[in-house]
T-cell receptor, first 113, second 112 residues
Framework: DADVTQTPRNRITKTGKRIMLECSQT?????MYWYRQDPGLGLRLIYY???????NKGEISDGYSVSRQAQAKFSLSLESAIPNQTALYFC????????????FGPGTRLTVT | QKEVEQDPGPLSVPEGAIVSLNCTYS??????FMWYRQYSRKGPELLMY????GNKEDGRFTAQVDKSSKYISLFIRDSQPSDSATYLC????????????FGAGTRLFVKA
């Protein structure tokens, strides 16, 4: 079984809908991250969490929210989806606080029409 | 100016060639430097990680960091078709609070 799993793997939704992307990990890491990947822009950090009680905004948090339900679970929500949130979303985990060794999930391809 | 610049390629080389991939960055606070490999429709996977300036070797892969020039490199020796992927540089720091950034990636094709 994969160490970092993401659900759903693909999702098409309409503008204005609320959507949640889920991430689970079995690596036992405290640190978890949410990124989006767009062509030509690389990975951009949306939110990160260093433990269940510590959640921080990343580079591009507007329009997104997160919930850390447990050490192993970190969810990303789009409160009211818009087309420019169409992207590939990745969850990652790391053991150390430096973020220097991150383990990524397989990604969720989200399309907002 | 972007905080990290990475040539998107594509870079096409014959099997067995030495590949050089590079990134430049602007923020001198970055302390940790990573290279990830991403196959099509997959998540990135960590290849190499170095702290501060210097070289690190792992099999056919060598990572170099020159903090004075704000320049990092990944060398692949004896490249194989299975090395065909997108390579992402990344860096992070705890100075002034946690920050991490990724390059946009270089697409590499190794021809058999």
């Amino acid at each position: 079984d994969a160490d970092v799993t993401q659900t759903p793997r693909n999702r098409i939704t309409k503008t204005g809908k609320r959507i949640m992307l889920e991430c689970s990990q079995t690596k036992g890491h405290d640190r978890m991250y949410w990124y989006r990947q767009d062509p030509g822009l690389g990975l951009r950090l949306i939110y990160y969490s260093f433990d269940v009680k510590d959640i921080n905004k990343g580079e591009i948090s507007d329009g997104y929210s997160v919930s850390r339900q447990a050490q192993a679970k970190f969810s990303l929500s789009l409160e009211s989806a818009i087309p420019n949130q169409t992207a590939l979303y990745f969850c990652a985990t790391s053991e150390g606080r430096t973020g220097s060794e991150q383990y990524f999930g397989p990604g969720t391809r989200l399309t907002v029409t | 100016q972007k905080e990290v610049e990475q040539d998107p390629g594509p870079l096409s080389v014959p099997e067995g060639a030495i590949v050089s991939l590079n990134c430049t960055y602007s923020n001198s606070a970055f302390q940790y430097f990573m290279w990830y490999r991403q196959y099509s429709r997959k998540g990135p996977e960590l290849l190499m990680y170095t702290y501060s300036s210097g070289n690190k070797e792992d099999g056919r892969f060598t990572a170099q960091v020159d903090k004075s020039s704000k320049y990092i490199s990944l060398f692949i020796r004896d490249s194989q078709p299975s090395d065909s992927a997108t390579y992402l540089c990344a860096m992070s720091t705890l100075v002034g609070g946690f920050k991490t950034i990724f390059g946009a990636g270089t697409r590499l094709f190794v021809k058999a």
